[in-house]
């Protein structure tokens, strides 16, 4: 099962890599990360997502990461009321006969498309993360040339 876990830790030199060697030294695989600082400088707010088959890793893994010097506090959101979004841009073929088709698709998805050029579309969409699924399954029929994700972004309710 995949949990999601947000860490806040103190913005200095090293802590990613901390934190990252964390999860790799346990044979523990991050399937998406996301750090950014927050309204203070001094503070960063990590989103990650990580493959836990029970509670008991989870456990170990939130016991593990509140060991680390640099971490102020440690969240698992898989059991609480959140919300997540994640951020996706997308490079499909796109004539200028399919224009309408794929704007159409943003009646029913969040996003646009944030520039064309030479038959191509560049599509900027938000969503949580069955959304960009549906959104990225709808694309295929223009053909997609490039992706890029933020991965998973997370705030209690």
């Known amino acids: 099962m995949r949990h999601t876990i947000s860490v806040l830790v103190e913005n200095k030199f090293g802590v990613l890599a901390r934190v990252a060697g964390l999860f790799s030294a346990r044979g523990y695989n991050i399937a998406s990360l996301a750090v950014s600082e927050t309204f203070d400088s001094q503070i960063s707010y990590m989103t ?3 493959e836990a088959k029970d509670e008991k890793v989870l456990e170990q893994i939130n016991k ?3 060991k680390l010097i640099d971490v102020i506090t440690v969240t698992d959101f898989t059991k609480k009321d959140h919300l997540d979004r994640e951020l996706v841009l997308v490079k499909v073929n796109c004539l200028a006969k399919d ?4 704007e159409g698709l943003f009646d029913k998805f969040v996003g646009k498309i944030i520039q064309t050029k030479d038959n191509t579309a560049i599509i900027e969409a938000i969503g949580d993360q069955e959304q960009v699924k549906a959104l990225l399954g ?4 223009f053909g997609v040339k490039e992706l890029v994700r933020t991965g ?3 705030i209690r309710k």
């Open 152 to 154: 998973k972004l997370v």
């Open 48 to 50: 990650i997502v990580v």
């Open 138 to 141: 709808a694309l295929d029929k």
């Open 99 to 102: 224009k309408q088709a794929l």
């Open 64 to 66: 593990q990461l509140n």
